[in-house]
């Protein structure tokens, strides 16, 4: 499945976390992406996004974002 083709948050929740525990953290970002557009506060995702970013200021604002 690709992340365009992805209808519920719930849904793309499970696509990102198997993308990204096969090492996808690409299509794993994009569909926390699209989860983050359409619920910003929901903290399983921010705590997935911090495992896509490079950065170590990136994951410290990812982990900010978790209420």
């Known amino acids: 499945m690709?992340?365009?083709?992805?209808?519920?948050?719930?849904?793309?929740?499970e696509y990102a976390i198997e993308s990204i525990a096969r090492g996808?953290?690409?299509n794993g970002k994009a569909a926390?992406?699209?989860?983050?557009?359409?619920?910003?506060?929901?903290?399983?995702?921010?705590?997935?996004?911090a495992c896509c970013v490079d950065s170590e200021d990136q994951k410290r604002d990812c982990y900010r974002r978790i209420s």
């Open 24 to 26: 996808d953290t690409y």
């Open 32 to 49: 926390l992406s699209w989860v983050l557009r359409q619920s910003p506060s929901l903290p399983e995702a921010w705590i997935w996004m």
């Open 2 to 13: 690709a992340p365009n083709n992805l209808t519920s948050i719930e849904e793309a929740m």
